[in-house]
């Protein structure tokens, strides 16, 4: 997490309002779940196969 201010390693404090970050953790959160879902569709898929092709 950014200090107080926004600053990193003394650059200069940057607008960051609360709702932005918000958003990119929601959109973050949001992807991880879609990736989570496409490695479970891929291991089903994987099993199916090997199920089916002996």
């Known amino acids: 997490m ?3 201010g926004g600053h990193i390693y003394g ?3 940057l607008p960051r ?5 918000l958003a ?3 959109a ?7 990736l989570d879902a496409c490695v ?5 898929r994987w099993l ?3 199920w089916a092709c002996p």
């Open 2 to 4: 950014l200090p107080k």
């Open 11 to 13: 650059w200069p404090p």
């Open 17 to 21: 309002p609360r709702a932005i970050l």
């Open 24 to 26: 990119h953790e929601s």
């Open 28 to 34: 973050h959160a949001a992807h991880e779940a879609q």
């Open 40 to 44: 479970k569709v891929m291991i089903a």
């Open 48 to 50: 199916l196969h090997a």
